[in-house]
């Protein structure tokens, strides 16, 4: 996630960044409670 923000941060801004990580984020705890899984993490290879 930080070198998503990071990248985002370059490009974009450090509020505009902080806002997409946490939408990013919230997509991903309602993807969760939706499929009722815990979180997997998923490195990138």
């Given at each position: 996630?930080?070198?998503k923000y990071?990248?985002?941060k370059i490009r974009?801004?450090?509020k505009r960044a902080i806002v997409a990580i946490a939408r990013n984020l919230l997509l991903?705890?309602?993807r969760m409670?939706?499929?009722k899984q815990a979180y997997a993490l998923q490195l990138a290879a």
């Open positions: 996630m930080r070198e990071e990248r985002i974009s801004g450090g991903r705890m309602r409670l939706l499929d």
